[in-house]
C-alpha cells in the first residue's frame, strides 16, 4: 500500500520491485526523513529548536521541480533506517498496518500527518526507513502557513501536551525547587542580587541543565556589571536548552554589549529568523524581548510583533482579575465630540518657576544590602519553602 501526494512524478521504473526489498527490511518506508525523533521538532527536517535543518541526522534524497529541470536533494545515503519520514511518499504492508491499528488522524487535514503517522507507528514497534526510489516532488512544501501552525497546535496537544505537576517525592523536590525560584526573583526585585544568586546556584547543585535557574543566574551576574560571566552563564544555558529564546536573546544582548562583532551580520539574521519561528510556530516569546530587541539591527516589524504577544499575554492572565478593578472614570462628553490626548510628562527634578533648572539634589547613600535575617523577619512565617530548609 501506498500514500503519496498527487503533484508527484513516478518515473517509468515499476516500483514493485523495490519496495518488495525495502519492506523486507522495514515496516513503513519512505524516500527521506530524521533518523531521530525530538521533543518540540515542528517537521521532520527541522531540528528541535527550529533554527534550521537537523543535519546530519537526515537520509535519503528526494527531487524537486519538474521532470524536465528538477533538482536533486541528497541528504545521507540509503537505504537507512529513521524515526521521522517525509510524507511525500509512505508505503508499507496492508497487512502490517492494519495489525498495527494504523491510521490517519481526521484531525489533521493535512500538514504534519505523516509526524503523526511515523510516531503511531513507532509507538507499535514497526521499523521505519528511508529506500531510493526515483520520484519527482513538484513542490517544496508549505512551511510556516496559517494552515500548517493550525495543524502544529493540534498535533502538539496530541503527542506533547503540557508537562502534567508532579506528585508523591517528586512533588516535594519541585516544590522545593519552586520555592527557590520564587525566592531569587523576590529578592532579585529588592536588589538582593547576591542572595539571590545563592538561591539560583542552589537549583542548580540539583539540577545543572535548569534553564529558569541558569537564566536568574545570568541576571544576577548582569545587574552587578559581571557582564562577561552573565554571557558564559546564558551560553551554558543555550547548550542545554538551544531552542530557548530567552536565553538566545539575553546572550546577544551581551555579547552587544562587550563588542563582541564576531559574526555580527549572521547572528543578527539568525537571530531574526529564530525569533520569526517562534512566532509563527506560536511558541512562548522571551520576557526580555520587547526592549532588548530595539537594540538589534533587525526590521521594526519584529518588535511590534513581539511586544503585540507580550500584551496579549498580559491581557490574558489580568483578565480574571478585571472585575474586580474598579473601572476609570470617564470625562463626559457629547456623542462625536472629539477630546483632546493630554500627555504629562513626569520629570526627575523640579524646575522652579523662573524656568531655570532646579539644583541637583544630592542622592541619599542606598541602605547596606538586604540579609537573610531581616528578610525573614519581614515574612512570616519564618521558612519561606514547602521543606522548611536551612536559611541562605
Known amino acids: 500500500m501506498v500514500f503519496c501526494h498527487d503533484d508527484v512524478w513516478l518515473s517509468e521504473q515499476p516500483l514493485v520491485l523495490p519496495l518488495t526489498v525495502a519492506l523486507e527490511l522495514f515496516d513503513l518506508v519512505g524516500v527521506a526523513g530524521d ?8 517537521a521532520w527536517w527541522l531540528n528541535a529548536d527550529g533554527s534550521g535543518w537537523d543535519h546530519p541526522q537526515l537520509v535519503g534524497a528526494l527531487r524537486h521541480g519538474r521532470p524536465e529541470a528538477a533538482q536533486l ?15 511525500v511518499l509512505l508505503a508499507g504492508r496492508a497487512g502490517v498496518l492494519r495489525r498495527a491499528g494504523l491510521s490517519f488522524d481526521p484531525d489533521l487535514p493535512f500538514h504534519l500527518y505523516d509526524l503523526d503517522f511515523c510516531r503511531s507507528a513507532e509507538q507499535a514497534g514497526l521499523r521505519l526507513g528511508v529506500w531510493p526510489l526515483d520520484l519527482i516532488h513538484a513542490s517544496g512544501g508549505e512551511t510556516f502557513t496559517p494552515n500548517w501552525k493550525a495543524c502544529l497546535v493540534l498535533y502538539r496537544r496530541k503527542w506533547e501536551p503540557p508537562t502534567p505537576e508532579p506528585s508523591g517525592p517528586a512533588a516535594l523536590r519541585w516544590h522545593h525547587t519552586q520555592a527557590l525560584l520564587d525566592l531569587g526573583g523576590l529578592l ?15 537549583v ?9 535557574a541558569l537564566f536568574g543566574l545570568g541576571q544576577c551576574q548582569e545587574a552587578s556589571g559581571d557582564t562577561e560571566a552573565a554571557l558564559a552563564t546564558y551560553t551554558r544555558g543555550l547548550e542545554y536548552a ?26 543578527m539574521q539568525r ?25 538589534f539591527p533587525l526590521p521594526l516589524e519584529l518588535p511590534r510583533r513581539l511586544a503585540a504577544r507580550h500584551a496579549a499575554a498580559i491581557a490574558a492572565a489580568m483578565a480574571p482579575f478585571a472585575s474586580a478593578q474598579p473601572a476609570a472614570p470617564r470625562h463626559p462628553s457629547s456623542p462625536g465630540e472629539e477630546r483632546p490626548l493630554r500627555i504629562g510628562y513626569l520629570c526627575r527634578f523640579p524646575l522652579p518657576c523662573d524656568g531655570r533648572a532646579a539644583p541637583r539634589p544630592v542622592r ?3 541602605p547596606p544590602p538586604l540579609c537573610a535575617d531581616r528578610l525573614h523577619a519581614r515574612r512570616q512565617p519564618r521558612s519561606l519553602h514547602p521543606l522548611g530548609g536551612p536559611r541562605l
Open 364 to 366: 541619599p547613600a542606598r
Open 73 to 87: 536533494q541528497t541528504y545521507c545515503p540509503s537505504p537507512a533506517p529513521a524515526a521521522l519520514l517525509d510524507g
Open 204 to 212: 542548580l547543585r540539583q539540577q545543572p541543565t535548569h534553564g529558569t
Open 242 to 267: 538551544p531552542g530557548d529564546l530567552n536565553l538566545l536573546t539575553m546572550a546577544e544582548s551581551m555579547r552587544l554589549g562587550l563588542c563582541l562583532w564576531d559574526d555580527h551580520n549572521g547572528r
Open 188 to 202: 532579585m526585585e529588592v536588589e538582593g542580587f547576591d542572595l539571590a544568586r545563592a538561591a539560583f546556584q542552589r
Open 35 to 42: 533518523r531521530r525523533r525530538l521533543h518540540g521538532q515542528q
Open 271 to 295: 537571530l531574526a529568523e529564530r525569533l520569526q519561528q517562534g512566532l509563527d510556530a506560536g511558541d512562548p516569546v522571551p520576557m526580555a524581548v520587547p526592549m532588548r530587541l530595539l537594540s
